[in-house]
């Protein structure tokens, strides 16, 4: 089974595809950044952004696909530009057919490193941990992403049991 | 020619389509606003918007779309959702070959009613005028949106001289 997680943007957009076998360690099988050129148009942007993600879940098919809920940005332009990536990639993988779930950065950071006031750097070393890295992903926006995507994994079965328990 | 206004939002997307001949009034063709559940999950409902703008962009295969630039937005939250919509619209419109093209709030109103500083009720009148409506049209939504529109129509052939006097 495969998860996919986004750190949306439209200058840098991070993903991360991991693996996820019962009883085995996740293993990401793709992590990156997807860039596009700050210079051309915000639509080209876009429908640059809107191809590369498509050919990520295409590839893959991964069931579900890990955004962050962002809460706070410094200020609309970003919160803008935010919100046009994660909404492009949330319609491709709704129209995958993939579930998108998104988790807020306290919960990421809480189930990857433990405790919700983690740092940037912590984070970063966790996800070199759980992946079996060499070293913390760069850029940081990929590791933002394997973040998201090692949050939803930790999450995931857990939030299945309490549907279970609750049928 | 077709020009395409929209004023983006996820619970309310406003549409305005007008055909705009040399000689003659802006026509509105199709006038209304796109509606998705508030209760639905999110990439559903971006997925259910972007569908729409494909059906509308398809039908009428407009030469330009003219998007509001938002600048300043009461919450990150709105701007988000803002931000998502208008990047489906966006992307949708740059993979159907049309113009992108967003104005300022301000360059709308001074199109559209004569000076930045309109009132949203004088820009519904204007609009109501321009197009040779009985009522101004509802909801404000739609109203916006044609007003982006027909700040496009005023605008597009200006920009277009001062294009050819840089030659």
Redesign the interface.
């Known amino acids: 089974m495969f998860v996919m997680g986004i750190d949306p943007g439209l200058s840098r957009c991070g993903y991360c595809v991991l693996e996820v076998r019962r009883g085995a360690a996740a293993r990401a099988v793709a992590l990156g950044v997807l860039r596009t050129a700050v210079g051309d148009?915000?639509?080209?942007r876009?429908?640059e952004?809107?191809r590369e993600v498509r050919a990520l879940l295409g590839e893959f098919t991964p069931q579900a696909l890990a955004v962050e809920r962002?809460?706070?940005?410094a200020n609309?332009r970003t919160?803008?530009?935010?919100?046009?990536?994660?909404?492009?990639a949330?319609?491709e993988?709704?129209?995958a057919g993939c579930d998108?779930v998104?988790y807020s950065p306290n919960q990421v950071k809480e189930a990857v490193a433990g405790h919700g006031a983690a740092g940037k750097e912590e984070v970063q070393r966790m996800v070199q941990t759980l992946l079996g890295l060499t070293a913390p992903p760069r850029p940081a926006d990929a590791a933002d992403a394997a973040a998201i995507a090692l949050c939803h994994v930790a999450m995931a079965p857990m939030a299945m049991s309490v549907q279970r328990s609750l049928r």
Do not use: R
């Open positions: 148009p915000v639509p080209q876009l429908l952004l809107q962002v809460l706070f940005q609309v919160a803008m530009s935010v919100g046009q990536a994660s909404g492009i949330m319609a993988a709704a129209a998108v998104e």
